[in-house]
């Protein structure tokens, strides 16, 4: 019933950009904050950046440092994040997941819903 469904990633170079999108079904999209987060080989899964059930409110991990962006169309129920600056270390798993809260949520352990991951790959 329910799918998170990513797309967008692939192989890029160091200093590049990528958009990956998440489509929703089978949930309440608008009443979820929505997440991604990323795994890289013998890593633990990781905060990408959260973002609020209206937009408002935004966090991201500290390896960010500004240069992700997320966005969502609850009438279109997908969110997008923006990567641009791309370096080596995001090679990973990029997951869309969703957490039943209006505001933001930072912890795996929120998010009852996850995406099958999408590879993002960038070489040096």
């Known amino acids: 019933q329910v799918q998170l469904i990513e797309s967008g990633g692939g192989l890029v170079q160091a200093g590049g950009s990528l958009r990956l999108s998440c489509a929703a079904s089978g949930f309440p999209f608008d009443r979820y904050a929505m997440g991604w987060f990323r795994q890289a080989p013998g890593k633990e899964r990781e905060l990408v950046g959260s973002l609020s059930w209206s937009s408002g409110r935004t966090v991201f991990g500290d390896f960010v440092e500004g240069r992700f962006t997320i966005a969502r169309d609850n009438a279109k129920n997908t969110v997008h994040l923006q990567m641009n600056s791309l370096k080596p270390e995001d090679t990973a798993v990029y997951y869309c997941?969703?957490?039943?809260?209006?505001?933001?949520?930072?912890?795996?352990?929120?998010?009852?819903?996850w995406g099958q991951g999408t590879q993002v790959t960038v070489s040096s």
């Open positions: 997941a969703a957490a039943r809260t209006l505001g933001v949520a930072r912890s795996v352990e929120s998010y009852e819903y």
